[in-house]
């Protein structure tokens, strides 16, 4: 079984984010382009309730799994890493077939109720049985993950990408003429062919690198697997209520957004088109940043618990902090460029330049969001899995009650959703770090912080003049362009040249490192 470093295992999972991302992008504009605001809004509605039954049904097993197989590796116990995994999919399995049937029953309630347009049923309903498909496939990331070997994952999420992005425009415009609920709906389905054709390739793969049969035995694993399901359950509990508090958070946005323009006076149709342009527009642009953040969460879970399992507290500090630093220095051009290029750049994607005003007011505080993973992943691999719940049961309470006051002020309206959004990526994000202050004395670097805040406002000031210079002699796409690439490369020289990024870091980079 191939194993990677923390830092190697990171960067493989960053190129594949990185292409997913473009990819997954690509089909966000593809259905914004079809579909309009109105389709978006609908098919984002849907969104939140697919993820909150996913999270229902995988217990937050991922991360207990990638804990526990990687402690179990340590020590060379085989045995306990297949009745991680026999137990592990059983719960699963059970799981994944009572949340299905649930959601399909109340998919009209919830449609008609609770997101008040009653159109949001045929997306609920074509995106369904995505659920047993992504339990399935989630266990064995886990299982992949706590050996350290991220190629696999990797893989998958290109795949899964590919085969969406092939199917989307098919589909929405095949539906399209039937009405706009059923191009949603449309765009549901290729999502759940994609995540299919991933599960297809990870349990492939998994028949290949297995060292074990895990037929074999299989129900006397289940029968004894009681002190395993119990070790699974302390982490995976308090781990689903940290996912479940962000799945409900996100269930209920578009309900309290919809009644709360309502009292604003915001018609329905309205209200839900400009939901679209809030989730579907800007907060996709925000989140893009966030498959680098991921990529080290995912890595740094087997590695933290590897280290603290051996009590080296001294790698446990390094490691964190390493991956806070990547995601600072990641986090910090994507900053940059949304918030100098908002404007071009909703107008050239979506040909919606009006929406820019949202990205430039949750565009800085969208930093606290990048240190959130790397965060929380620490907090699960250090046994904080329940301090890290409760910070996100704060934060979401928070977050929804803003949203709800702000957004039913007329002169705020969806703005105000924004702003509630905002302050709850502020507030989880300074919670866990006061949590792992207290439990490790985790100190950041101020230096380092401070270096990077020096080259996003010197690239920022660069990219902006260059892009005022360049508007008599471009076009909007040639100017955005060449603007954000100085804007980049401005960044990253900057970067280096500050020695925010260490060459010996570098040099452990896959393709990249053989370079230097």
């Not at 002190?227 to 958070?249: C, H, N, Q, Y």
């Not at 149709?269 to 907060?283: C, D, F, K, N, P």
């Not at 390094?318 to 460029?337: D, H, K, N, T």
Request: hydrophobic share 55%; with cysteine; glycine share 6%.
């Amino acid at each position: 079984m191939t194993k990677q470093t923390f830092l190697k295992g990171a960067v493989i999972l960053i190129l594949a984010g990185f292409i997913t991302r473009v990819l997954g992008f690509i089909n966000k504009i593809i259905v914004a382009r079809i579909m309009g605001a109105e389709g978006v809004g609908l098919y984002m509605m849907a969104v939140p309730t697919m993820l909150l039954v996913m999270t229902l049904t995988q217990l937050g097993l991922p991360v207990a799994i990638s804990k526990l197989v990687a402690e179990a590796d340590t020590e060379g116990d085989r045995s306990k890493i297949k009745q991680i995994l026999v137990v592990s999919l059983t719960v699963t399995g059970i799981l994944s077939v009572i949340f299905t049937t649930c959601m399909v029953m109340i998919a009209p309630v919830i449609s008609s109720n609770f997101l008040t347009d009653s159109r949001a049923f045929y997306p609920l309903i074509a995106i369904s049985p995505i659920v047993p498909i992504v339990a399935l496939s989630s266990v064995i990331r886990g299982y992949f993950q706590g050996l350290q070997n991220m190629k696999p994952t990797a893989y998958s999420q290109v795949i899964e990408q590919i085969v969406r992005i092939t199917f989307v425009a098919t589909l929405t415009s095949l539906f399209l003429p039937y009405g706009i609920e059923y191009a949603a709906a449309g765009a549901m389905i290729s999502v759940v062919l994609g995540e299919l054709a991933s599960l297809i390739f990870m349990v492939t793969m998994f028949k290949r690198r297995k060292t074990f049969r895990v037929r074999r035995r299989f129900f006397s694993h289940v029968a004894g697997g009681k002190k395993t399901f119990e070790d699974l359950m302390v982490i995976a509990i308090p781990t689903t209520g940290s996912r479940l508090i962000g799945s409900l958070s996100l269930f209920f946005e578009p309900i309290v957004v919809a009644q709360s323009l309502a009292l604003a006076g915001v018609a329905t149709t309205l209200a839900t088109a400009q939901y679209g342009e809030l989730a579907g527009y800007v907060i996709p642009m925000i989140l893009l940043p966030t498959f680098i953040t991921y990529s080290l969460s995912v890595s740094l879970v087997p590695a933290i618990s590897e280290a603290a399992i051996v009590k080296n507290h001294e790698l446990i500090h390094y490691r964190l902090g390493q991956a806070l630093r990547f995601a600072l220095m990641s986090g910090g051009v994507a900053v940059v460029i949304l918030y100098v290029f908002a404007e071009p750049i909703m107008d050239l994607v979506y040909d919606a330049p009006t929406v820019a005003g949202y990205l430039k007011i949750m565009a800085p505080f969208s930093l606290f969001l990048y240190f959130q993973g790397p965060l929380q992943a620490a907090l699960q691999a250090l046994n904080l899995a329940k301090s890290a719940m409760m910070n996100s049961l704060i934060g979401a309470v928070v977050k929804t009650a803003t949203i709800f006051i702000l957004a039913s002020r007329p002169e705020l309206g969806i703005m105000g959703a924004a702003l509630g959004v905002v302050l709850g990526f502020i507030l989880v994000t300074i919670l866990h770090f006061a949590t792992l202050v207290k439990a490790i004395s985790f100190t950041i670097n101020l230096r380092e912080i401070v270096k990077v805040i020096m080259a996003m406002i010197a690239s920022g000031v660069i990219g902006y003049t260059l892009w005022e210079v360049l508007t008599s002699y471009y076009s909007l796409l040639w100017q955005t362009v060449l603007s954000i690439i100085a804007t980049s490369v401005t960044y990253f020289i900057l970067v280096f040249a500050l020695k925010i990024v260490h060459r010996s870091e570098i040099r452990k980079f896959p393709y990249i490192g053989k370079f230097f």
